[in-house]
């Protein structure tokens, strides 16, 4: 298996561009995390999907932010408008289980790296 | 105070040391994650703990819960042991608390 992929690797982008961030869990994994991760805070989890479905999105900053998870092998983590303090390294992981204590070992992406000028 | 505490925040040894990296906390949980993240930024899970020890190659996980505290221990480290590690508090089926890492450099 090729593992959790994630695209793109990187993006620098403009304050207010739409920003869209891609992950392709595991085969069979039916659990799915995004993480932010920063200087400032380390890492936070910012919304959790269980059988494609959104459990916890109390993580995500603000309304600028949405994630889908239209099918079990792909989800979305959108920004619009995109701010300067938006910048950071975004994982996604993904894991079998209905929730995070009952999952086994989460497996991460590499990560997108957003820079928001 | 902080839920979760790690020590120490970083750690210089040499080669072939013994390693232990402690995780405190204040809060009740159903387990606990520890993580690497390697200098490149990719993240790999070590353990998942709720209870006891769990031993992978070199590395070593134990937790008591009743302390509420958990280490992670490696043996002959070595300089690719390099990297941040993470302790991650799970309580209830959801809320997840990270620690702030543990920054470990292992000298040849």
């Given at each position: 298996d090729a593992g959790v992929i994630q695209s793109p690797r990187h993006e620098v982008t403009e304050m207010g561009q739409e920003v869209t961030l891609r992950c392709k869990p595991i085969s069979g994994h039916n659990s799915l995390f995004w993480y932010r991760q920063t200087m400032m805070r380390g890492l936070e989890l910012l919304i959790y999907f269980n059988n494609n479905v959104p459990i916890d999105d109390s993580g995500m900053p603000e309304d600028r932010f949405s994630a889908k998870?239209?099918?079990?092998?792909f989800s979305t983590l959108k920004i619009q408008p995109s701010e300067p303090r938006d910048s950071a390294v975004y994982f996604c992981a993904s894991s079998l289980g209905s929730g995070t204590a009952n999952t086994g070992e989460l497996f991460f992406g590499e990560g997108s790296r957003l820079t928001v000028l | 105070k902080n839920e979760v505490e790690q020590s120490p925040q970083n750690l210089t040894a040499q080669e072939g040391e013994f390693i232990t990296i402690n995780c405190s906390y204040s809060v009740g949980i159903s387990a606990l994650h520890w993580l690497q993240q390697h200098p490149g930024g990719g993240i790999v899970s070590l353990f998942m703990l709720s209870s006891g020890k769990k031993k992978h190659g070199r590395l070593i996980a134990t937790i008591n819960i009743q302390e509420k505290h958990s280490s992670l221990h490696i043996t002959a480290?070595?300089?690719?042991?390099s990297a941040v590690y993470i302790c991650v508090l799970i309580q209830g089926a959801q809320k997840l608390v990270f620690g702030q890492g543990t920054r470990l450099t292992i000298n040849p």
């Open positions: 998870m239209p099918n079990a092998s | 480290s070595h300089p690719r042991d």
